[in-house]
């Protein structure tokens, strides 16, 4: 299948940006704001605590196991039809989970919301992408788009906890539902039609490995690190996703119309951002859960309080967001993204401390500010490097593998970050669970903070300030 583009530019540029912006909030969103919900969840739909787990489990799984499938969807299929189809998506699962009352229904939809955000997401920055010029123009709209992600993530929480507390869990999945259908309105009115979608030759074999392997390596990673690693699904799933991987890599060396071609890594700042983004969801992605788990289980915060204490992340964040933007034009995507992941690494050393089982949320705070202002650094760069010099017609695929970098990883960091944090827990209560707990997610969070200085290697690989963003070129489709 191919597609022929249309040459209409987009329409309302600022407008058509907000709505963008307001897809991949959506996305982040739907991926946190669950958190402060589950006690409630837990309890009114009858969930166990070795099956709660998968409220959060079955949207990471089929997320991230189709992202690459919807991404190269986007490049075929058009972007726009990909954009309303997932917010079409998003709306139909979020009334199916406000409404579930047994605990298969709420996974369902979970699991429908997931294959949403993985049709949504490359859509939405691949027009991001393809409409907007390389350079300081792109740069302005990804700083858009990446506080509407990056401020999500813990924007969530507050979200998800002042719901909750006022009208009820149910408000976490209805939220969604007048936001979808504004999306799908807004679609049709600001964003460039899509040409029309002609038969040709799709990689199916490539497909079925491809999403098979990348699906079954997120639901061993997440459900071994909560059924334990010896189980025998999770072996089998384990052996069965290397075996579809090593295919599926194949089959993309070999082919005549890859998935996914390795031609694409030939580019230095795609390969270079992916790694960086792989790493960031392996360490980054887990500071709300553990900041979560921090202010609910050790300070005993309820969900409204720890929503409104996400508020600062939320700022830090922001404010990070807007500081990176003027990083790339001072100095290039690599000296920014080194930038964000030194200041993130300093974030973990001021976090860590903090958490202690007597302490505070002012004990936490300066670590949180300075942890939230590095991944705003780092969130919105790393996005730009994948991003550059990728052909107008790929911008999906590419969106597809760099977003499927991210959600391996943070599947992958969260189990190993938690297991980190979960030794000596076993058999305590009360204060001493409280302080064994604070030791665990401090051990944790100086872990991902020094993971995360491998980043470093990674970013040193892109091109430097000169060819990123002196000589950027733009790109030769911009109607999409």
């Known amino acids: 299948m191919s597609i022929t583009r249309s040459p209409d530019r987009i329409r309302r540029p600022g407008w058509s940006l907000a709505l ?44 991230g196991g189709f992202l690459l499938f919807g991404g190269r969807l986007s490049d075929l299929a058009g972007r726009r039809r990909m954009f309303v189809l997932g917010m079409a998506l998003y709306g139909v699962a979020s009334v199916l989970g406000g409404l579930a009352t047994a605990p298969g229904v709420l996974l369902a939809a979970r699991a ?16 991001v992408n393809t409409a907007f010029a390389e350079g300081r123009e792109r740069n302005r709209a990804l700083t858009v788009w990446a506080m509407a992600g990056a401020g999500g993530l813990t924007a969530g929480a507050l979200a998800g906890g002042v719901l909750t507390q006022a009208l009820g869990w149910q ?3 209805y939220v969604n539902v007048p936001l979808t259908a504004v999306g799908v309105a807004a679609a049709f009115a600001l964003l460039p039609p899509d040409g029309r979608a002609t038969r040709g030759s799709v990689d199916v ?25 010896a189980r025998a699904e999770v072996v089998a799933a384990a052996v069965l996703a290397v075996v579809l991987v090593a295919v599926f890599l194949r089959l993309q060396a ?38 979560t788990l921090y202010l609910q289980d050790v300070l005993g915060f309820n969900a409204l309080e720890t929503g409104l204490a996400f508020l600062a992340p939320t700022l830090s964040i922001t404010a990070g967001n807007f500081l990176s933007e003027r990083l790339v034009h001072r100095l290039g995507t690599r000296g920014t993204l080194i930038a964000g992941i030194l200041v993130n690494a300093v974030g973990a050393v001021l976090l860590a401390p903090g958490m202690q089982g007597d302490g505070s949320l002012l004990t936490v705070l300066p670590g949180v500010v300075v942890i939230g202002l ?10 730009i490097a994948a991003g550059t010099g990728v052909p107008a017609d790929e911008q999906g695929l590419a969106s597809g593998v760099a977003s499927t970098a991210l959600q391996v990883g943070t599947a992958a960091g969260l ?28 051990a944790a969070v100086l872990v991902l903070g020094a993971v995360m200085l491998a980043g470093v290697l990674a ?13 950027a070129v733009p790109c030769a489709d911009q109607g999409n």
């Open 205 to 229: 074999p490539g497909t079925l490995t491809g999403t098979a392997g990348i699906t079954l390596l997120i639901f061993a990673v997440a459900h071994g690190s909560e059924a334990g690693w």
């Open 171 to 173: 408000a976490v999945f």
């Open 112 to 127: 429908v919301q997931g294959l949403a955000g993985a049709v949504l997401f490359p859509a939405v920055l691949a027009l």
């Open 254 to 291: 070999r082919g005549r119309t890859p998935l996914m071609p390795l031609r694409l890594f030939r580019n230095r700042a795609l390969s270079g951002a992916v790694v960086v983004i792989l790493l960031f969801g392996l360490t980054m992605q887990a500071v709300p859960y553990f900041l």
């Open 20 to 63: 963008l912006a307001l897809g991949h909030l959506i996305i982040s969103l739907d991926f946190t704001i669950i958190y402060v919900a589950l006690p409630d969840i837990a309890s009114d739909v009858g969930f166990t605590a070795h099956t709660l787990q998968w409220v959060v489990t079955a949207y990471a799984v089929l997320y």
């Open 459 to 471: 970013a040193l690989r892109l091109p430097g300030q000169r060819a990123r963003t002196a000589a």
């Open 415 to 442: 189990a190993v970050l938690v297991a980190v944090a979960n030794q000596g827990i076993g058999g305590l209560a009360g204060q001493a669970l409280r302080d064994a707990s604070a030791q665990g997610m401090r």
């Open 374 to 383: 590095g991944m705003g650094i780092t969130y919105e760069a790393m996005w």
